[in-house]
């Protein structure tokens, strides 16, 4: 989640692990993925993994903002079709990066970005395949269960695995999730939480921008929380249902 390890409230506020961020959420709680079973799942790398990112169509990714915030199409690159992050798959250089327009670091609101790759991604082979998005209508009840995948760390501060994770945890309402960050930072209409109240399973760094799915659809983007898989600390994902005109309208999809 910008899941950026929230060493102090700005910061902590990224990819759950105190404050997830930037390529700082890793999955805590979770078991090996199966091996074909998140074919839309890619690795953001800088010279290594820094993010995650959802194949949505045979040029588009969608990863959190706060990934590419800043960035420059040539000093990224994506690895796809494979659960190691760092062997395998197949490489593919950037084209175009996309950042929400409203996106604020500080607030870590309208937490979205999009990439375009060079060329095109051959769906359906070699482990690649896009994800159905959600619709702008699809609600999340609380206490349903979301998929969280991604290579960040299995705990906080630590390091990151090498296969990738998966963990489910249930929504958390909004309302219960703005009284739990009261003080930290709001939760916004563009955001929701998931979590368990004992701890012990939430996404962490290096899972930022990674996809969160309900029901077999790209629902969410990991985006930020306080710590990882802390007590009363759920993860806070980007809600994409809010989203979904804005990348409709940047991509025709």
């Not at 961020?21 to 690795?43: F, K, M, R, W, Y």
């Not at 937490?111 to 769906?123: E, M, P, W």
């Not at 955001?191 to 790209?218: I, R, Y």
Request: overall charge negative.
């Amino acid at each position: 989640m910008y899941r950026l390890l929230v060493l102090s409230m700005a910061v902590g506020l990224c990819a759950t692990a105190a404050i997830k961020n930037d390529s700082h959420v890793l999955i805590v709680g979770g078991t090996d993925a199966e091996p074909g079973a998140n074919p839309h799942q890619c690795s953001l790398r800088r010279s290594s993994h820094s993010c995650g990112a959802s194949i949505i169509s045979d040029e588009w990714v969608v990863t959190a903002a706060h990934c590419i915030d800043g960035s420059s199409p040539s000093s990224l690159s994506l690895r796809c079709g494979t659960e190691l992050h760092a062997s395998g798959g197949v490489d593919f250089t950037v084209a175009e990066l996309i950042p929400h327009e409203s996106y604020d670091s500080w607030a870590l609101d309208y937490d979205v970005g999009l990439i375009r790759i060079n060329g095109r991604f051959s769906l359906g082979s070699g482990n690649v395949n896009k994800i159905e998005l959600t619709g702008d209508n699809d609600q999340l009840p609380a206490k349903d269960k979301v998929t969280v995948t991604g290579w960040g760390a299995i705990r906080e501060g630590g390091a990151l695995p090498a296969r990738l994770q998966t963990v489910d945890v249930p929504v958390v309402a909004n309302d219960v999730c703005k009284q739990k960050y009261d003080g930290f930072n709001d939760i916004t209409d563009r955001m929701f939480c998931a979590g368990v109240d004992e701890g012990g399973l939430d996404s962490c760094q290096g899972d930022s921008g990674g996809p969160v799915k309900h029901q077999g659809k790209l629902v969410g983007a990991v985006s930020w929380g306080y710590g990882c898989a802390r007590p009363n600390y759920p993860g806070v994902y980007t809600r994409l249902s809010t989203l979904r005109a804005w990348i409709k309208g940047k991509t025709s999809i």
